[in-house]
């Protein structure tokens, strides 16, 4: 684990005083010196890899709160061209919790020409993702991701200021049948980051 590495670094030299101790832990961004204020632990960010489907449940839990999710809308519409013109589409938004702190808003569309079932889930024990992953099969993903300004949506629900820096990442799965799914992710700038492994190609 960095933050681990990052502590041993900082105390691995018995010579070391201990404000070049602090100075280090501040350099990696594991604390924060404030003037006339003192020093301050600081919260580290939620990760998940880029290349991966994330589980939100798990990145709630690595900012130190007990995860809940909450579906606030929920309605059924019919598809643009992406989907199938005229397909049915279950639409989303979601809300999900590290505690009592809003890190992800979410806003899903689900086809139900190819997940029928989703129309009759009422997402009480699983967040759709969670339940997608389990329920519905896909052989193809694409994701986006881009930094954003918090909308007027967003920022109300992840209680930021309005154009507050986020994360955004839009995800779309398919599978033989067409377009399981469409999700758009917003995270707090400074809640969260993406980490991906990767070897270099054979030569």
């Known amino acids: 684990m960095p933050y681990e590495h990052e502590l041993t670094k900082a105390f691995d030299c018995s010579r070391m005083t201990v404000n070049k101790a602090l100075t280090q832990l501040a350099r ?20 998940s890899a880029v290349l991966e489907i994330g589980d939100i449940r798990t990145e709630a839990l690595a900012l130190g709160g007990a995860y809940r999710f909450e579906v606030i809308t929920r309605r059924r519409r019919a598809a643009s061209a992406d989907f199938g013109a005229g397909a049915a589409l279950l639409e989303l938004k979601c809300l999900h919790f590290a505690g009592d702190r809003p890190i992800c808003f979410e806003e899903r569309l689900i086809n139900l020409e190819v997940i029928p079932e989703a129309a009759a889930e009422p997402f009480a024990e699983l967040s759709p993702g969670a339940w997608l992953v389990r329920h ?15 909308g007027a949506l967003a920022a109300a629900r992840l209680k930021l200021k309005r154009g507050t820096a986020c994360l955004v ?3 779309r799965t398919l599978n033989a049948r067409g377009p399981v799914t ?3 992710l ?14 270099p190609a054979d030569t």
Do not use: C, M, Q
């Open 182 to 184: 469409f999700v758009r």
């Open 28 to 47: 990696a961004g594991l604390i924060e010196r404030r003037r006339k204020a003192g020093t301050f632990v600081t919260r580290p960010p939620a990760r």
């Open 169 to 171: 990442i839009e995800r």
């Open 186 to 199: 917003t995270y707090p700038g400074d809640a969260h980051e993406l980490v991906a492994r990767f070897k």
């Open 136 to 150: 519905a099969p896909w052989n193809s993903a694409e994701h986006r991701i881009r930094a954003a300004p918090a």
